[in-house]
C-alpha cells in the first residue's frame, strides 16, 4: 500500500479548524515569519530543514508545498488549502449542494462532520484511487462559464481570466514577465503555458495529490521560475492582494502543467470536485470564564445588533449592585463595524461582559425551516444552548425584542431540580385555542404532541436546565426535528414538545407580552378568564417583550415604546435606529394598531415587497454577507454609471417581474 500525506495550509494569523485524518498533516504557513509561538500547538512547521517559509508572503500554500517536497519521503505527496478540499465522494449523493462559479460545492462550515460527508480525508478510498493512478486532482472547469466578480466580464481565456484582475490580483506586466522567464529556464515548456493562457480549460486553488516522480517534475518546473521571477516584479507600493503575486503564478505553473499531464495521460489522472468551506474558524465551544455571573444567552442578525444593543444597555441600567452578566450573542454573521459598536458600549457597562458565538458548526449546513418573514433561522440557536455551553448547568435564553427593568438574579436563582426549564405561559397562545380559528387545538395535540395545550410556554424568555437537557435529548434528535418538521411557530412549537410536564410556571412580569396591536388584545382577552385577570394584573413587569408587530423601533404608538427609546438614547446606534424609524415612516405604509402586521397601501406594493425579499434571498444565497464575492458585487454596483450596472440592474428587474 503506498505511504499518502496531503499536506494542509493554514494561516497563521489565527487558527482554523484541524480536520482529523491519517493522511492530513496541518501545516501552519508561514512559520517562520508568525510571532505567535501558541500558534504552532497541534500544528507541523514549515520552516523545519529545508525550506522558503520566510516567502510565504508571497508565495502562500506554495511555501508548504516547497517544505513537503523537500522533506517528505512519501509515496504520494497532495496539497490542499484551508478552505478547499479535493472530494471523494460520489456527485450523485452531493446534488442538493450548492456549487459556485467554478464549480466547486459550497459549504457553509467547515467541521468534522463535513469532512467525513464528502469523504475528503477518507484515507481507505484514498488510498485505493492511488493504486491505480499517478495523481489526483481538481475537475478542469469551463473558463468561459466564468463571470469576472472585479468587473462582471465573461471570460473566453484562462489568459483573459488573469488580465480581469489586473492591479486586483496581478499586475498588468506580470503574465508577461512570466512567460519571458519560462523563456529563459524551460523555452520547451513555453508552448505549454501558453497553450494553457490561451484555452478554455482552468485548473485552479492548488489542490491535489501527486506520485512522488509528479511531484518531483512539478516542482522542478516551477520554483526555479518563480525564484527567478520574485527578482524581477517590483513590489513597490503593493496592495495585499498584489504581494502575493508569486502564489498565482504558482497557480497558472500547476494548472499548465496538471492540464498538460492529464491530456497526455488521461488514464493516470483521476479528476475530483474540490468543496469550498465558507467558514473555517476553529470549532470552540463556550467556556465558562466567570463562575459568579449570570449567564445570558441572546439570538441575532446582524441587522438586530442595534435593538441588542437597546436590550443590553436595559440590562445595565436595572441590574443591582454586584450583579454581573455574561452576555452571549449567538449569530450567524454579525459585520465588524457593528462588533465593535457593541463591544465599545458595553466596556462602559460595568458588570456586563461580551462575546459573539457562530453556533452553525454544529449543524452544519442543516436547512431550518422558516414559517414566516417575520421569523429568522437564528431563533432555532436557543435549541442549541446546552450544547453550545457544555461548561454551564443553566442559563437565561432570551429573544432581543425585549426590555429589562430589574435585576434577574431572582430569575436565574430559581431551583430547575427535576425540571427542564422554567418559563411563563403565553395568554395570547391561549387565546388562539379558545378561538381555534386555524384548527389550533387539533395543531398544538397532533402535530405539535402536547397533551395539554394550555401549558404552552413563550420561549421568548426561559430559564434553561442545560445540564438535564444534555442528558434527556440528543443534539442530532434536535437537529431532525428543526429540519424535518414544519411547525408554525418554528422552534418555540418544539421547545414545547421537549419540556411538556417539565417547567416551573413562572410569574407574568418575567415575560410580559405588550399589546403591541389589535389582534394581541384580542387574543389575550379570548384567553382563560384567569390568565386575563393575572395579566390585566401586572402592574410592574420585569421584562417587556415586544413579541409580535409593529416593533418599538418601527412605530412610536405601541405599548410601552417610550421604554425603548429611553434606553436607545444611550446607545452607540441610536442614530441608526432613527435613521430606520425615519425610512420606516416615509414607506408607503400606516401604522395600523388594530392588525396583527403593518398594513401596505396597496396590494401591488405588497407584492413587490414580497417579490424583492425573494430575489434578496437569492442574492444571498449566491453573494453570502461578508463573503468577498458580496464584496465584489459592491464594488461593482457602485459604479452607477457602467454598462455592467445597467445591465444588472435590468436582469433584477426582470427578475422581479417573474414572481
Not at 113 to 136: Q, R, T, W
Not at 189 to 207: A, H, P, Q, R, T
Not at 373 to 400: C, G, H, N
Request: aromatic fraction near 14%.
Amino acid at each position: 500500500m503506498p505511504s499518502v500525506e496531503i499536506y494542509v495550509s493554514h494561516r497563521r494569523d489565527k487558527k482554523t479548524f484541524k480536520p482529523e485524518s491519517k493522511v492530513f498533516k496541518n501545516v501552519v504557513c508561514g512559520s517562520a515569519i508568525c510571532n505567535d509561538e501558541g500558534r504552532f500547538e497541534g500544528y507541523l512547521r514549515d520552516d523545519a530543514g529545508e525550506n522558503v517559509s520566510f516567502m510565504a508572503g508571497k508565495l502562500t500554500e506554495l511555501s508548504v508545498l516547497y517544505w513537503a517536497w523537500k522533506n517528505s519521503t512519501s509515496d504520494f505527496i497532495g496539497l490542499c488549502h484551508y478552505r478547499r478540499f479535493l472530494s471523494f465522494e460520489d456527485p450523485k449523493f452531493l446534488k442538493e449542494i450548492r456549487k459556485n462559479e467554478f464549480d466547486q460545492y459550497v459549504m457553509e462550515n467547515l467541521s468534522q462532520n463535513s469532512i467525513d460527508k464528502f469523504h475528503i480525508g477518507d484515507d481507505e478510498k484514498i488510498e485505493k484511487i492511488l493504486d491505480s493512478y499517478d495523481a489526483v486532482i481538481a475537475n478542469p472547469i469551463d473558463i468561459k462559464k466564468v463571470q469576472c466578480c472585479n468587473n462582471g466580464k465573461f471570460e473566453t481565456t484562462v489568459r483573459e481570466h488573469w488580465r480581469n484582475y489586473d492591479n486586483y490580483l496581478l499586475k498588468p506586466e506580470t503574465i508577461s514577465k512570466l512567460l519571458s522567464t519560462i523563456n529563459d529556464l524551460f523555452p520547451d515548456k513555453l508552448k505549454i503555458v501558453e497553450k494553457y493562457l490561451n484555452g478554455d480549460k482552468y485548473i485552479g486553488f492548488n489542490c491535489f495529490i501527486l506520485r512522488r516522480e509528479v511531484l518531483d517534475e512539478l516542482c522542478n518546473f516551477i520554483f526555479p521560475i518563480l525564484f527567478k521571477l520574485d527578482g524581477e516584479l517590483d513590489y513597490r507600493n503593493n496592495h495585499c492582494r498584489t504581494i502575493r503575486s508569486l502564489g498565482y503564478v504558482g497557480e497558472i505553473l500547476i494548472g499548465s502543467f496538471l492540464l498538460n499531464r492529464l491530456e497526455r495521460n488521461k488514464n493516470k489522472i483521476y479528476t475530483t470536485n474540490v468543496v469550498f468551506f465558507e467558514n473555517t474558524e476553529e470549532k470552540k465551544y463556550i467556556k465558562r470564564e466567570e463562575k459568579t455571573s449570570i449567564p445570558i444567552v441572546l439570538m441575532s442578525s446582524d441587522y438586530y445588533i442595534p435593538y441588542v444593543s437597546t436590550l443590553l444597555q436595559s440590562l445595565f441600567e436595572s441590574k443591582a449592585v454586584g450583579t454581573k452578566y455574561d452576555v452571549i450573542i449567538l449569530n450567524k454573521w454579525v459585520s465588524p463595524e457593528n462588533k465593535r459598536r457593541l463591544e465599545q458600549q458595553c466596556q462602559n457597562l460595568k458588570g456586563i461582559s461580551l462575546r459573539f458565538y457562530n453556533p452553525t458548526f454544529l449543524f452544519d449546513d442543516s436547512k431550518f425551516f422558516v414559517s414566516n418573514t417575520v421569523y429568522a433561522v437564528e431563533a432555532y440557536y436557543r435549541m442549541f444552548s446546552p450544547w453550545l455551553l457544555p461548561d454551564y448547568d443553566k442559563a437565561i435564553v432570551m429573544d432581543s425584542d425585549i426590555i429589562i427593568n430589574g435585576d434577574l438574579s431572582d430569575l436565574y436563582d430559581i431551583s430547575l431540580e427535576g425540571k427542564l426549564a422554567a418559563a411563563v405561559k403565553d395568554f395570547v397562545y391561549q387565546g388562539f385555542l379558545n378561538e381555534n380559528l386555524n384548527n389550533d387545538i387539533e395543531y398544538a395535540t397532533e402535530t405539535i404532541g402536547l397533551e395539554n395545550p394550555y401549558d404552552y410556554v413563550n420561549t421568548g424568555v426561559l430559564l434553561l436546565n442545560l445540564k438535564e437537557l444534555r442528558n434527556q435529548f440528543s443534539l442530532n434528535y434536535l437537529v431532525e426535528l428543526a429540519t424535518t418538521k414544519k411547525f408554525r411557530i418554528q422552534e418555540q412549537d418544539i421547545l414545547n414538545f421537549l419540556l411538556q410536564k417539565k417547567v416551573i410556571f413562572l410569574d407574568i412580569k418575567w415575560n410580559y407580552y405588550l399589546e403591541v396591536n389589535g389582534a394581541i388584545a384580542r387574543f389575550l382577552e379570548s384567553s382563560p378568564e384567569a390568565s386575563y385577570n393575572t395579566y390585566q394584573s401586572c402592574k410592574d413587569p420585569v421584562i417587556l417583550h415586544y413579541a409580535s408587530q409593529p416593533k418599538p423601533w418601527d412605530c412610536l404608538e405601541v405599548q410601552f415604546s417610550d421604554e425603548f427609546w429611553l434606553m436607545a438614547r444611550k446607545t452607540y446606534f441610536y442614530e441608526i435606529l432613527l435613521q430606520r424609524l425615519m425610512m420606516r415612516q416615509f414607506q408607503p405604509a400606516v401604522n395600523d394598531l388594530s392588525s396583527k402586521m403593518f398594513l401596505i397601501s396597496t396590494a401591488k406594493e405588497q407584492t413587490m415587497i414580497r417579490n424583492r425579499e425573494k430575489v434578496r434571498h437569492i442574492l444571498d444565497l449566491t453573494f453570502p454577507r461578508g463573503s468577498y464575492r458580496r464584496e465584489c458585487l459592491k464594488r461593482v454596483f457602485r459604479n452607477k454609471g457602467s454598462r455592467f450596472y445597467k445591465l444588472t440592474r435590468g436582469i433584477y428587474r426582470k427578475v422581479l417581474s417573474l414572481y
